[in-house]
C-alpha cells in the first residue's frame, strides 16, 4: 500500500485505535522523550503519539513505527513474513531455469510490474517544497533532545540522501544529527556507511559534498533508509516494491540531488571535506548507554522547505524495547528469505531477539545434513554485509531435518532448555574476532572485539 504522504498514514493510525493526540503543550527539550519512552515500553508498545502543541507551530509524531500492528501498516501488510514470502516467491521465480520461449514470456508481467516501482524524476516543485523559509532556520523545527546528558538536540529519523560523485549512484541512509546552530549540524555517518565513502570520494576530489535530508512522508522511506541493502541497491527500489508504486523525486532548490515529493520537510546543504570537524555528542543510544562524543563532519544548511501543515516525524533511542526493535524486526522478518536463496539455504528461521539489542544476538534454526554445517552457516553469517557486526550468534538445528524439539525460535526459554541440554561446551562454542558496531561500549577497541558462536 502506498500512503500518499505522512498525514495519510497518520489518519490510519487513528482509524485503525493506533494514535493518540496530545493537545496539551509539551517541551521538545526532554519532555516529549519521556513520555515516549514510557508509552513504548509498555506492552506491545504503546499507541503513536502526536504532540500537537510544541510551541512551535509543527506537531511532533513519535513511536510511529513502534508496535507489530504499526509496523506492517507502515508496510501496508498483514503480517511482516507476507513480505518475505513475496521476495522468496520471486528469487524462485527469477532463478528457475527458463527451457522454452513461453517459460521466459512467463516472467514479462512480472518485470513490467518492477519497471513501474522504479523511482521516477518529477518535473516542477513537489508537496515537499510549498513553504520555503526565507532564511533557513533549523532552530525553528521541533528538533527533540532525549536525554539530559546528550550533547544537545538531535534530529533523530532522518533520511540522508547523497551520491557518489563518479558513478552518481544514490544512498539513503539514517544518520543522527545534532544540531549546533540555526544552519550547522554534525553528520553522524560511520566509516563503514556508504554515505561516508561517499565523502571520502568528494574529499579526494576536493569538491564540496551534496546532502539533502527528508523527514516524513510515506513511512517507507525511514524504514527502507535503515534496510541493510548492499551498496548500489537504490533504497528507493525497495520502498517501490514495499509499496507497490513508485517513488516520486524532485530536484532540491540549492543543491544537485533529489528527494521525496511527498516528504514533509527538506533540509538541503552541503558537506565540505575541507572543513574542521565537529565534536558530537555524547547521545543516548539504543544499546542503552550513552555513546560517547567523538568528531564528526559538519552539515551547512542551505535551504530548508516544507509542506503546508508539515508534522515533524522522529524517535527515541536507549533501554528496550524501544521503537526501533520494530524496525530491527521487520529487517529480521523480511531479510529472511534473501539470506536463504543467496547466502546461507540451509537456514529454516532467524530471530534478533530485542534483549540483544538488534544483531548483537542472532539466532538462527538450520536443517542439518551434514558435519561442519553449523560452522559453515557462522562463517557465511558473520561474512554477510551488516551481520559482520554480530556478538553472539547460535546455530540451532536437528540431524536430517528432524526438528526433534519441535521448538520455535521465539519461545526462548524452551530454546535455551533445546539448546543446554544438546550443547557440549568442549566442542560447540567457537570465539573469534572481528568487526563490531563502533556504538557498542563493551569493546575492548573501536569497532573491533570479540565474537562467540554455539
Not at 515537499?128 to 538531535?154: A, N, R, S, Y
Not at 544540531?179 to 565513502?197: C, R
Not at 530548508?304 to 533511542?317: D, E, F, G, L, S
Request: with cysteine.
Amino acid at each position: 500500500m502506498a500512503y500518499r504522504n505522512q498525514q495519510h498514514f497518520i489518519e490510519t493510525l487513528e482509524r485503525a485505535g493506533e494514535l493518540i493526540r496530545i493537545k496539551t503543550f509539551v517541551d521538545p527539550k526532554l519532555e516529549i522523550a519521556e513520555i515516549t519512552d514510557r508509552v513504548s515500553k509498555t506492552p506491545g508498545g504503546g499507541k503513536a503519539l502526536l504532540f500537537e502543541n510544541t510551541g512551535y507551530g509543527i506537531p511532533v509524531l513519535m513511536n510511529a513505527y513502534g508496535s507489530d500492528k504499526r509496523m506492517c501498516l507502515a508496510l501496508g501488510v498483514s503480517h511482516l513474513d507476507d513480505t518475505a514470502k513475496e521476495i522468496e516467491q520471486l528469487f524462485k521465480l527469477l532463478s528457475s531455469p527458463k527451457e522454452n520461449i513461453i517459460d521466459k514470456l512467463k516472467l514479462l508481467p512480472k518485470l513490467g510490474q518492477f519497471a513501474s516501482w522504479m523511482p521516477k524524476s518529477k518535473s516542477g516543485r513537489g508537496e515537499c517544497q510549498e513553504v520555503v523559509m526565507t532564511h533557513p532556520d533549523i532552530t525553528k523545527l521541533p528538533v527533540i533532545t532525549c536525554w539530559p546528558k546528550d550533547g544537545g538536540p538531535f534530529v533523530t529519523l532522518p533520511i540522508i540522501h547523497t551520491r557518489d560523485p563518479l558513478t552518481k549512484s544514490r544512498n539513503v541512509g539514517m544518520y543522527r544529527m545534532q544540531v549546533f546552530g540555526p544552519t550547522l549540524t554534525a553528520m553522524h555517518w560511520h566509516k563503514h556507511k556508504v554515505s561516508a565513502k561517499h565523502f571520502n570520494e568528494y574529499k579526494k576530489l576536493g569538491i564540496k559534498m551534496p546532502v539533502a535530508v527528508a523527514l516524513g512522508g510515506d513511512p517507507v522511506y525511514a524504514y527502507s533508509a535503515t534496510a541493510p541493502l548492499p551498496e548500489n541497491v537504490d533504497e528507493y527500489m525497495l520502498a517501490g516494491f514495499l509499496r507497490k508504486k513508485k517513488v516520486e523525486l524532485v530536484k532540491c532548490l540549492t543543491q544537485d540531488i533529489e528527494v521525496p515529493a511527498d516528504a514533509d520537510i527538506i533540509i538541503e546543504g552541503y558537506v565540505d571535506p575541507n572543513d574542521d570537524l565537529l565534536w558530537e555528542g555524547p547521545f543516548g543510544d539504543h544499546t542503552g548507554y550513552y555513546s560517547l562524543p567523538d568528531w564528526y563532519p559538519k552539515f551547512h544548511i542551505t535551504a530548508i522547505t516544507h509542506r503546508k501543515n508539515p508534522v515533524y516525524p522522529a524517535t527515541i533511542v536507549g533501554i528496550p524495547p524501544q521503537e526501533d526493535a520494530w524496525l530491527g524486526k521487520a529487517t529480521e522478518r523480511i531479510f529472511l528469505a534473501p539470506i536463504k536463496m543467496t547466502m546461507v539455504p540451509e537456514i529454516v528461521d532467524m530471530e534478533m531477539p530485542v534483549e540483544g539489542v538488534f544483531h548483537n544476538l542472532v539466532i538462527s534454526k538450520i536443517n542439518k545434513e551434514y558435519a561442519g554445517q553449523g560452522q559453515k552457516v557462522m562463517n557465511a553469517m558473520w561474512g554477510a554485509g551488516q551481520m559482520m557486526f554480530n556478538k553472539i550468534l547460535v546455530v540451532a538445528g536437528s540431524p536430517h531435518g528432524v526438528d526433534q524439539g519441535n521448538y520455535k525460535l521465539s519461545d526462548y526459554k524452551q530454546l535455551a532448555q533445546e539448546v543446554f541440554r544438546n550443547m557440549n561446551p568442549a566442542t560447540d562454542i567457537y570465539f573469534s574476532q572481528g568487526p563490531m558496531d563502533v556504538l557498542d561500549h563493551s569493546c575492548s577497541k573501536l569497532g573491533f572485539g570479540g565474537k562467540m558462536c554455539i
